[in-house]
């Protein structure tokens, strides 16, 4: 497991922007597979965005078009640019990470291991 740290959650009119960022403990190759996820109270933990390195970048239907993933390798850092956002982007999004990147893409909670605390993202309309 890594240790994960968020950051750059906050409160934002719809159709406003934010970046959210990870760092990860250790280096890149301890955590292969990187990814955000979010939850609302009462709902499953539902997956973003993940990156496996390169171009390999997977995406929610509800955000593909509107988020983009990156990351930086030295920093073993990832990144979330969320743009044009919805009320119904409202939720805590946590920073997940695993040192496969078998099936990286499948954005499934139970893939992952190493998991941040969390930064909330509020969108009023």
């Known amino acids: 497991q890594v240790q994960l740290l968020e950051s750059g959650g906050g409160s934002v009119q719809a159709g406003g922007s934010l970046r959210l960022s990870c760092s990860a403990s250790?280096?890149?190759?301890?955590?292969?597979?990187m990814g955000w996820f979010r939850q609302v109270p009462g709902k499953e933990r539902e997956g973003v965005a993940t990156?496996?390195?390169?171009?390999?970048?997977w995406y929610a239907d509800a955000v593909r078009g509107r988020f983009a993933i990156s990351r930086d390798h030295a920093k073993n850092t990832v990144y979330l640019q969320l743009n044009n956002l919805k009320p119904e982007d409202t939720a805590m999004y946590y920073c997940?990470?695993?040192?496969?990147?078998?099936?990286?893409?499948?954005?499934?909670?139970?893939?992952?291991?190493?998991w941040g605390q969390g930064t909330q993202v509020t969108v009023s309309s």
């Open positions: 250790g280096d890149a190759a301890s955590s292969r597979c």
């Open positions: 997940a990470a695993r040192q496969s990147s078998l099936d990286c893409g499948r954005l499934r909670e139970a893939d992952f291991n190493s």
């Open positions: 990156h496996a390195g390169g171009v390999l970048r």
